[in-house]
């Protein structure tokens, strides 16, 4: 069954009701978001990245998360989509600024936020979505992203 948008939000609020662990998670999953992307990005590819600097793994994962986001919300897609263009340049600049691999630094703050996450669902008294469905990984910032467009009155 393809759940609406409406579904997988009302589905997903059920474990992110607790006001603690919403302001995590406001904080974690659009750093998890990120670290996942920055991960993805430095994984070595066969192909020449001198050559084509942005197509890598992370370029190429996105494009099915952005079909599922575009399925869900052509705005809210959107919205991820220029969110996470915003991120690659950001990974960019830190490949520029820093001699540390991002990886390592992506790695890190990976498993501090989830951290939080499991802090926040304690603190909830329930599951990380997940657990139920796999695909809440891609909801979890599609709902952070909703929430930003319904406090600027942005149409979902």
């Given amino acids: 069954m393809n759940k609406s948008l409406r579904q997988w939000l009302n589905e997903y609020g059920v474990s992110h009701t607790n006001p603690t662990n919403k302001l995590i998670h406001w904080m974690a999953v659009p750093t998890i978001y990120f670290t996942?992307?920055?991960l993805l990005w430095a994984i070595p590819t066969p192909w020449d990245r001198l050559?084509?600097?942005w197509l890598n793994w992370?370029?190429?994962a996105m494009v099915p998360v952005m079909f599922f986001?575009?399925?869900l919300s052509g705005p809210l897609a959107l919205g991820m989509a220029l969110i996470t263009v915003l991120m690659f340049g950001v990974?960019?600049?830190y490949?520029?600024?820093f001699s540390f691999p991002i990886a390592y630094t992506a790695l890190i703050i990976f498993v501090v936020a989830w951290i939080f996450q499991f802090i926040g669902h304690e603190i909830e008294g329930k599951k990380p979505s997940f657990f139920k469905d796999v695909q809440f990984l891609l909801i979890g910032p599609l709902w952070v992203m909703h929430f930003l467009y319904r406090r600027f009155h942005l149409p979902v």
């Fill in 58 to 60: 992370a370029t190429l």
């Fill in 51 to 53: 050559a084509m600097p």
């Fill in 95 to 97: 490949e520029a600024a």
């Fill in 91 to 93: 990974v960019v600049a």
């Fill in 36 to 38: 996942v992307v920055a």
């Fill in 69 to 71: 986001y575009w399925r």
